[in-house]
């Protein structure tokens, strides 16, 4: 049920750190939303993010953030392993949520939090960014009309940089994306992997059957590991036979043009009588057209379209506020994002095995 015409819907952020840079985007530019108070650990930064976003008020603890009335959803953008645990309680105190990607570090937790999510009756977003890239709108815009045919075959590819170029880190944040038990696996192919898992979703009308995964781990210090180089491929289910691989090029000394993470990612869209290529996402490591079209012997290249990486945190922040005041789900249900969730913890289970793996041994559980 949609909500009424003049319902404004008041949100507050859990964690203010790196990406809440571009999270409060679409928020701050939405008509009928607010962000209305924020919470992070840190009481400095709680209080610069609130007077940066015009919020009335800033907690360093969830459970007053969470009995604040005023609050109708929250933004949780905080480390893997406390996402369970937070977007669970912020349910169970009538909210709704905006989780950012990868939901949990487990299907266990997963499955919790989609029950709660059911039991509350309130809405639950899997925020996955890279599907609201304009570019990446276009090609699936062009995939669905039939440009290229039948899809057959989904490239990615991500070139990572040297660490100290574009977006400065902490290195608290460091850490715990580079420890798996608190990311839930490795900052590439398990943290940025949910995107590009995703798009290898995205673009073919039919699930991903069996992975097979090389991941190699790059030693950084005694607690630090960075996964990369690595080299994943897939086949979908059914006929015609259709594959699909990612590969991630650990270039640490490479400088990578970004205003953002320093890495770049380029995606194909290989189909029966055509092909798609987006040829940037977060970064700027090619000065071509962001989009390309080859069909009937012609290539058509598109520059009209926005190629910023912050207007998929815009269009992404909208869609939620949307979905919410037309009482519709999300852009990505709770299935897409568990099937996305298993994908991604088969191609960590086929490098740690070193065999390939069929999805259909994890979509069962628990």
């Known amino acids: 049920m949609s909500e009424p015409a ?33 919470c992070d650990l840190d009481a400095d930064r709680a209080r610069a993010r609130a007077e940066a976003w ?8 969830l459970e007053a953030l969470l009995a604040d009335p005023e609050i ?11 996402h369970e645990s937070q977007a669970r ?67 990615v590819k991500t070139a990572a940089g040297r660490f100290q170029d574009g977006w400065q880190v902490t290195p608290e944040t460091q850490a715990w994306r580079m420890d798996p038990e608190t990311c839930g696996g490795g900052p590439t192919t398990f943290d940025h992997g949910y995107h590009c898992f995703h798009m290898g979703q995205l673009f073919v009308p039919a699930r991903v059957e069996r992975v097979h995964a090389f991941i190699h781990w790059t030693r950084l210090g005694e607690n630090a590991a960075y996964d990369g180089p690595a080299l994943v491929s897939w086949r979908y289910e059914g006929d015609p036979p259709r594959y699909g691989s990612w590969e991630v090029i650990a270039s640490l000394g490479m ?35 962001s989009l390309v079209l080859y069909r009937d012997g012609e290539t058509r290249a598109f520059h009209d379209l926005a190629t910023d990486w912050a207007e998929s945190f815009r269009l992404g922040g909208r869609d939620f506020v949307d979905a919410l005041l037309e009482g519709r789900a999300p852009a990505q249900d709770l299935a897409a994002a568990r099937e996305t969730l298993v994908f991604a913890l088969a191609a960590a289970r086929s490098a740690a095995d070193g065999r390939e793996v069929a999805l259909a041994e994890l979509r069962g559980l628990p």
């Not at 015009?54 to 603890?61: I, K, L, M, Q, V």
């Not at 933004?75 to 406390?82: A, D, G, N, V, Y």
């Not at 970004?258 to 798609?276: F, N, Q, T």
């Open 54 to 61: 015009g919020a009335a008020r800033a907690y360093t603890e």
């Open 255 to 289: 400088r990578v043009r970004s205003d953002y993470y320093v890495s770049d990612d380029r995606l194909e869209i290989h189909g029966s009588e055509g092909i798609v290529w987006v040829n940037r996402c977060t970064g700027k490591l090619l000065d071509e057209p």
């Open 89 to 155: 309680a912020a349910l169970e105190a009538g909210k709704h949520v905006s989780l950012q990607k990868p939901p949990t570090r487990t299907l266990e937790e997963f499955d919790r939090l989609a029950e709660a999510a059911r039991a509350s009756g309130r809405t639950l977003r899997v925020f996955e960014n890279f599907m609201h890239y304009p570019p990446h709108r276009k090609a699936l815009e062009l995939v669905e009309a039939g440009a290229v045919g039948v899809p057959l075959s989904v490239r």
């Open 72 to 82: 109708d959803a929250v933004e949780i953008l905080t480390p893997h392993q406390l």
């Open 6 to 38: 003049d319902r404004t819907i008041r949100l507050g952020f859990v964690g203010c750190g790196r990406i809440a840079d571009l999270q409060c985007l679409g928020y701050l530019e939405h008509p009928r939303a607010e962000i209305a108070a924020v």
